[in-house]
């Protein structure tokens, strides 16, 4: 329950909010006091720190408030039927035919007075002014202008006595302080109703099965869920501050650049976190206050499946393995440096690379290097020359023979590949309907059993 503090301007109102407020029940109240000046912003501070979510006050008192607290600010207004007993009263006193009416208050206290001059027989004058400088020069003001008696506030009340001018104290009743309270019942309520969207927002994304973590535009880390806390195996105060790239080094700049600056979305992105493999997508977002931020989600449930490692050492000794990295190439010239550059690149995306090059040049020691550079580094690496090979034996090499829709044999190189690198050499020597299987095999279509 939304809690509430209360701040009115003399004891007697006090007095009505303390008896009126047992009967609201969407109000906590922490506080119903009487505080002016620098101790009213103090009190107000204080109360913040404590928890308060909403502020009840008037006239200049709410002014005061807002500028020094974020909390929202229900402000009490005078009810038109209490502002037309304090005229009524006044008009009985002065004892003139049609007197000159002057209110003083902050524009945010006063209902409509719409007729106010004919239903009383009156000339009313309104005096708007939100800060008590102004409030004082607004009383000068009207008494210069010739008004029989003026309403307002304590200052005006203490202007116009000096001046030796009929007032009246604006007072805030029953009925001003009811309507005010009902008012403040329903900030309440989107205040709980929005608290409790927030807390099922914060299960949900801590249920969720993909780890989710929001960045701003400098790259700090801004929010993270339970599962991706868990995935940095940090807690989340540990977390919230820091740099993105400090946690997650491998993470692609660019990526998260096109995201903050350009507005786009990467989807299929893979993200090499403690050895294990994470399907990555960053999208942008733009918050409230109309900052940029990025959203980076891990799917957990990408992972890439490692192959046993009996299997995998069978895989070496039978000569499925690469040997050669991006740092043992020995290239010095800047177009060699540029094509290792483009080839590092690529090697962290988890799709099919092409490799175009003049006879002579080894396209299979630079295919190892992406494989021991990309996320599948692990696994195997299957390298098979399509060329010496017949159509119908270089198929049952790489598909077990009659494939359809699946593999059958465990021998077949399609499977023995799988998460880890199959390079084919010469691929256009493969008949059109292996050529076809593999195009199938790559899009994900191709069923391996194994």
């Known amino acids: ?3 509430v ?15 009126l407020l047992p009967g609201y029940s969407r109000l906590d109240v922490m506080s119903v006091e009487t505080v002016t000046g620098e101790r009213l912003m103090e009190r107000a501070r204080e109360l913040s720190l404590r928890g308060c979510d909403l502020f009840i006050a008037r006239g200049l008192q709410a002014n005061m408030l807002r500028a020094c607290i974020e909390q929202p600010i229900v402000t009490i207004q005078v009810a038109a039927n209490e502002l037309g007993m304090i005229i009524t009263e006044a008009r009985e006193r002065l004892n003139i035919r049609r007197p000159k ?3 003083v208050c902050s524009p945010n206290m006063l209902c409509s007075t719409t007729n106010f001059s004919d239903l009383f027989d009156i000339y009313l004058y309104l005096y708007p002014a ?17 008004m029989d008696i003026l309403i307002g506030g304590t200052l005006v009340c203490d202007r116009a006595d000096k001046r030796n001018v009929e007032h009246s104290y604006l007072m805030s009743g029953e009925d001003s302080l009811k309507a005010t309270f009902e008012a403040a ?8 109703l929005g608290r409790k969207k927030s807390a099922e927002y914060a299960s949900m994304l801590d249920h969720t099965f993909n780890g989710i973590m929001q960045v701003d535009e400098n790259g700090h880390i801004v929010m993270v869920n339970k599962l991706m806390a868990s995935i940095l195996r940090l807690s989340s105060p540990d977390i919230i501050g820091r740099s993105v790239f400090q946690l997650l080094p491998r993470l692609d700049r ?30 942008p977002m733009h918050t409230e206050s109309d900052e940029t931020r990025a959203l980076l989600i891990l799917q957990e449930g990408c992972r890439i499946r490692l192959t046993d490692r009996k299997l995998r050492r069978e895989l070496i000794q039978r000569g499925y393995s690469a040997s050669y990295t991006f740092e043992t190439l020995p290239v010095r010239s800047p177009k060699s440096l540029e094509v290792i550059e483009k ?3 690529y090697s962290r995306y988890n799709t ?31 390298h098979f020359d399509c060329q010496p090979w017949s159509p119908e034996r270089a198929d049952s090499l790489l598909f077990g023979g009659t494939c359809r829709e699946s593999c059958e044999q465990d021998s077949c190189l399609a499977v023995l590949a799988q998460d880890g690198t199959l390079m084919l050499h010469n691929v256009e020597a493969l008949s059109m309907e292996t050529q076809y299987k593999v195009m199938r095999l790559i899009d994900g279509v191709l069923i391996l059993n194994h």
């Not at 503090?5 to 008896?19: D, T, W, Y």
């Not at 019942?185 to 709980?192: F, G, L, Q, S």
Request: hydrophobic content about 40%.
């Open 352 to 382: 099919p690379v092409l490799i175009i090059s003049p006879l002579g040049c080894e396209r299979d020691i630079l295919a190892q290097c992406i494989h021991n550079y990309s996320l599948v580094h692990n696994n195997s690496y299957i």
């Open 101 to 103: 009416v002057g209110v």
């Open 185 to 192: 019942e329903r900030v309440c309520y989107a205040i709980d």
């Open 1 to 3: 329950m939304a809690k």
């Open 254 to 283: 660019h990526l998260l650049e096109d995201a903050l600056l350009r507005g786009r979305e990467t989807y299929a992105s893979m993200l090499d976190i403690r050895n294990n493999t994470y399907g990555l997508n960053i999208a």
């Open 343 to 345: 080839a590092r690149r």
């Open 5 to 19: 503090a209360v701040f009115c301007p003399n004891h007697q109102m006090c007095e009505i909010a303390s008896r």
């Open 130 to 146: 939100a800060t008590s400088e102004s409030q004082i020069k607004a009383a000068n003001q009207a008494i210069d202008d010739g």
